[in-house]
């Protein structure tokens, strides 16, 4: 598009009050290239095109990166409370069963073959002599 002899191109929207800012295509091209160039909106709100990020944009990055690391700190948390959670589960467990093995001995049962005697220790001494404590673990 032309206008008073200079091709003219839409900029965009002000970024204050929304209005369509029209530059000479030249203008618009060294504004992109460079951020020490400046225009203005038919209002005259300065405007510049910036280059990289903008302040914005790194503090939604940095608030972006931070919740990442929150999450995975608080998915590790997870993780160890759930595995010792299991290592506490797997004591009780075996505790349990010390136990259990205990109080049948101490009836006269046989760990071995499930019987009862009245002398359990000459039974485990001829009928099963190999059987040691450590077996039974």
Known sequence: MALLGFDIIDAGPCYRCKVSVILPVDLYRAAQRSSSISFFCSYG???????GPT???????????????????????????ELREAAERRTAAARGQVTRIKNRV????CPCCNRTFENLHRHMATKHPTFTAEAAE
């Open 55 to 81: 302040d914005l944009d790194k503090m939604r990055q940095e608030r972006d990166r931070l919740a990442q690391r929150v999450a995975e700190r608080d998915d590790e948390v997870r993780r160890q409370r």
């Open 106 to 109: 101490g009836h006269g049962v």
């Open 45 to 51: 709100h300065s405007q510049c095109f910036r280059e």
